[in-house]
């Protein structure tokens, strides 16, 4: 069974920084776009950004030049490095890939809490 598993994240001041990693496992034959989305209390869900196979990325307009999405697909993990982090900023952070397993589906990692506040 494919799983995602996150980690990283937490609690820091404005302007301070955290990394997102997410590592992909199981029977897995192919990953496509890896990504990252966020969820603040009483928002709808976000994309923050995303990766294909070949590094091609793409950014929210809000996090662009701030944050930096990363995959290693000898790994099968993709990573998020954020900085120069902002109070709305603050939400739980998914993330996401479409994994040809048995059959092609997105998978999601369980989520996890970055807070910004001073």
């Known amino acids: 069974q494919v799983h995602l598993v996150q980690s990283g994240g937490g609690l820091t001041q404005p302007g301070g920084s955290l990394r997102l990693s997410c590592a992909a496992s199981?029977?897995?034959?192919?990953?496509?776009?890896m990504g990252w989305y966020r969820q603040a209390p009483g928002k709808a869900r976000e994309l923050v950004a995303t990766?294909?196979?070949?590094?091609?990325?793409n950014y929210a307009d809000s996090v662009k030049g701030r944050f930096t999405i990363a995959r290693d697909n000898a790994r099968n993990t993709v990573s998020l490095q954020m900085n120069s982090l902002k109070p709305e900023d603050t939400a739980v952070y998914y993330c996401?890939?479409?994994?040809?397993?048995?059959?092609?589906?997105?998978?999601w990692g369980q989520g996890t809490q970055v807070t910004v506040s001073s």
């Open positions: 996401y890939a479409h994994i040809s397993s048995q059959i092609l589906q997105t998978y």
């Open positions: 199981g029977p897995i034959f192919g990953i496509s776009i």
């Open positions: 990766i294909t196979t070949g590094d091609s990325t």
